[in-house]
C-alpha cells in the first residue's frame, strides 16, 4: 500500500475527510464506553517539535498510546537537526526506525522536504503555513454538535495565518462558506484563496461578515515567531475582537471556536470565551479523537481511497 501523508487537509479526499470525521466520533464513543482498541499495536511515532505546544503533543501521545503504539518526543537539542543534519537525511534515518512522523515546525517546506524523502507516513503538526490537525478536530466538533456543515455560514476573525489557510481547505472540501474578516495587511495567502473559488471571500468589516454566521472562529492576533509585531498587531486587529456583540450578529445557535490558547480580552473576550456558544474545550479534547483516526487511518488504512487522493 503507499504511503499516504498528511501535510494539508488537501491531502484528504472529501470522502476520506468525512470518513475521518465519523471515524473520530466512533473512536470517542469506543473510549467513553471503555473499549480497548489497539491497532497500532508495536507501531512507533516519533513526534519532532520545533515549536513548543500542549495540545498536540499530549494529543499525539496519549492517542498513539491508546491504539497501543508508542510515542517519542524529539525536540531540536535532542537530535541532530538541531546540529544542522539535513532534513532529507534525518527523514531516510528516522524513517528507516519508526513507523509515523509528525512535525511541528515553522517553514512548511520542511515538512515537505522530509515527507518527500520518508518511507513512512508524516504529518503536518502545524507549520507557519497551516494546521490541519487542528481542522479535524473543529469539524469534529461541529458534526457532533450540529451535524454535516455543507451549506453553512463560517466566519473566520482576524488574522490570515495557517489557520485560517485550513479553513479555507476545509471550505473546499465539504460545501460551507467561508467569510475572511481581516485588517488589510493581513490577508491569507491569495493563491490558497483564489484557488478556493466562491467558497471563500474576505470581508473587511467584521461586524457584516458575521451577519447570519452559523460558527464563528477566531486565533491570536501575533502567532509565535511574531512577538515583536505584537504592538503593531494590536493596533491593527483593535476591531477584530469577538465579543458579545459581534456573536450578537450571528444565528442565534451560533458556535464559537477558537484552536487555543486565547488571550482573553484580545482577540476574544472572556464573556464569548466562556459563554454558553463556546465549544473551545470539546474542540481541544477532540484533538485526541481526530488524530487517533487519523492515525489509524495512514498505518492501517481504515476507510482509505486507494492511490493518491483526488482533488
Known amino acids: 500500500m503507499a504511503v499516504r501523508h498528511f501535510l ?18 466512533q ?21 519532532i517539535f520545533e515549536k513548543s505546544s500542549t495540545r498536540t503533543r499530549v494529543s499525539f501521545e496519549v492517542g498513539m498510546q491508546q491504539l497501543g503504539g508508542h510515542a517519542i518526543f524529539l525536540s531540536p537539542k535532542d537530535t541532530q537537526l538541531g546540529r544542522g543534519e539535513p532534513i532529507e537525511d534525518s527523514a531516510r ?20 522536504r522530509f515527507a518527500a524523502n520518508a518511507r513512512v507516513p508524516v504529518i ?13 478536530a473543529d469539524l469534529q466538533t461541529w ?17 490570515g495565518n495557517n489557520m485560517c489557510h485550513s479553513y479555507i481547505h476545509a471550505a473546499e472540501r465539504l460545501g460551507f462558506e467561508l467569510r475572511i474578516a481581516c485588517p488589510e495587511g493581513y490577508d491569507p495567502d491569495p493563491l490558497i484563496l483564489a484557488a478556493a473559488g466562491r467558497s471563500a471571500a474576505i470581508v473587511r468589516d467584521p461586524m457584516a461578515a458575521a451577519q447570519g454566521a452559523d460558527l464563528i472562529v477566531t486565533d491570536v492576533w501575533a502567532s509565535m515567531g511574531q512577538e515583536q509585531e505584537q504592538a503593531a498587531r494590536r493596533r491593527a486587529f483593535g476591531d477584530y475582537q ?3 456583540a459581534l456573536m450578537a450578529q450571528a444565528a442565534p445557535d451560533a458556535l464559537f471556536m477558537h484552536c487555543l490558547p486565547a488571550h482573553r480580552e484580545e482577540e476574544v473576550s472572556t464573556e464569548v470565551l466562556e459563554g454558553p456558544q463556546s465549544v473551545v474545550w470539546d474542540e481541544a479534547e477532540n484533538r485526541l479523537h481526530a488524530q487517533k483516526a487519523l ?17
Open 143 to 159: 458534526f457532533e454538535l450540529r451535524g454535516d456543515i455543507a451549506g453553512r455560514t463560517v466566519v473566520w476573525v482576524g488574522d
Open 295 to 311: 492515525m489509524e487511518f495512514l498505518l492501517v488504512g481504515h476507510g482509505r481511497q486507494q492511490g493518491p487522493s483526488p482533488e
Open 27 to 47: 473512536m470517542k464513543a469506543q473510549l467513553r464506553q471503555g473499549d480497548i482498541h489497539e491497532p497500532l499495536r508495536g507501531k512507533t511515532l516519533a513526534m
Open 124 to 136: 503536518n503538526g502545524l507549520t507557519d503555513l497551516e494546521h490541519p490537525c487542528q481542522l479535524l
Open 93 to 112: 534515518v528516522l524513517s528507516r526506525m519508526v513507523d509515523m512522523v509528525m512535525i511541528r515546525t515553522f517553514e512548511h517546506e520542511k515538512v515537505e
Open 242 to 244: 469577538v465579543n458579545a
Open 8 to 25: 494539508s487537509l488537501l491531502d484528504l479526499s472529501t470522502e476520506e475527510l468525512r470518513h475521518l470525521i465519523h471515524r473520530a466520533m
